[in-house]
């Protein structure tokens, strides 16, 4: 998997989607630290995730990842 710059251009568009998909206008996708090809995506000040760009054989793809830990699932 080759990962490329992940632009703010591109972390808007992919704010835009993940609000609409995911019902959550308080989400936000922000630059990682000093990683160019990775973004944060937060609800509020609460980290939820991690956004990837691949660009293999010309085909442009994100990856969203999100860990769920047993602790949230708690009452």
């Known amino acids: 998997m080759e990962q490329s710059t992940l632009d703010p251009k591109e972390r808007a568009k992919l704010e835009t989607y993940l609000r609409a998909r995911f019902g959550a206008?308080?989400?936000v996708v922000r630059p990682k630290g000093r990683s160019k090809?990775?973004?944060?995506?937060?609800?509020?000040?609460?980290?939820?995730?991690?956004l990837s760009r691949d660009d293999e054989d010309g085909e442009l793809s994100y990856f969203f990842t999100m860990s769920i830990l047993e602790i949230?699932?708690?009452?």
Do not use: H, N, Q
């Open 25 to 27: 206008s308080a989400l």
């Open 37 to 50: 090809d990775s973004a944060e995506v937060y609800i509020g000040d609460e980290f939820v995730g991690t």
């Open 72 to 75: 949230d699932l708690e009452d």
